[in-house]
């Protein structure tokens, strides 16, 4: 029996990441209030990622998954993915930036040193109701940047839509200097350890 | 003054990897007898990227540059670009599997442990003649697979022209635990230090 992916998020990244790995999935994005959590970097995504995945759980279970033909979502073999990222650096944690000066004050914080980007996981696995959450660190090392790199680099438009208002596999890879942890961790999805997942249950 | 950069290298994924920064290179392949260069894998690809690059910037000087019109290829402000990459795990120096067979031992070498991957670049900046050449290395952590997920992998195709019979930036990043260093350099070519030294020359 096929499984079917929901990944409960519209950022096009996850969906190509998942793609990457030969994973097709369905996109089912969330309605959350993402205000007021708290916590830890990793306590904050990993919440996050919970919130989102249950809610379309919910969606699917009551039958309010929007176009989706009801086959393509029969509950007895589908696993929900939610995710959420953000940038740790220096106790601050960076979301997506409001406009472009927020951006450039985002890049003007990172350049010349190291962050961390986090993001959280959960799982459920239909029908069993079983779960995982985890989270995921890698740490990113930016080159300095000069004034006019960082002007030039936001008026390319790339940091709007991305936490800590870069994208590790656009234009920024021109400034970074190295990573430890998962690359595609920072493009937004651990996709290794959400196969390492689906493998242990005989799904990838 | 726009400079002109000439890969000196066939690679669509190098190719990619300059446009993804915002430079769109000549393409120039070399013609260089790759074989009989010894020394640490480090060693192994600065040399080749030498002789790649040198290959070229001869090309360019005598006019033999094929297709492309003369004033593409004016020397006063060109830099060529040759590289190279293998892998390096246990000793052993991994480039291209020569069939699917070799492709799976090759896997089978890096499933569940560490290996390192280097790239050399050489820089030759026309007309000075300037040139810097240097090595990067990344270290690459991949899970644990099983001969099924082995035999999978190498029946899609993608191992058969890449060093060490993976491509990181495909399918086989299901199975890529963590990095550390420039995950671009795993790619084929470290493009952020490549901007660093177009940077340091005011040519990015």
Known sequence: MKTQIVLASA???RQELLRQVGIAPLVMPSHVDESG?????EQMVMELSRLKAED???MIAG???GDFRKEELAPENTVVIGADTVVSVDGRIL???GDEEEAADMIRLL???RHFVYTGVTMI???SGERVTFAEGTEVEVY???PEQIRRYVATGEPMDKAGAYGIQGYFAAYVKGIRGDYNNVVGLPAARVCQELAARDLF
Chains 1, 2 share one sequence.
Do not use: E, N, Q
Not at 37 to 41: A, E, L, Q, S
């Open 11 to 13: 950022s096009p990244r």
């Open 37 to 41: 959590i708290g916590g830890t970097p």
């Open 56 to 58: 379309v759980s919910v």
């Open 63 to 65: 039958g309010s998954a």
């Open 95 to 97: 979301g997506k930036p």
């Open 111 to 113: 350049a010349g040193r």
């Open 125 to 127: 696995f239909l029908p």
């Open 144 to 146: 300095p940047m000069t």
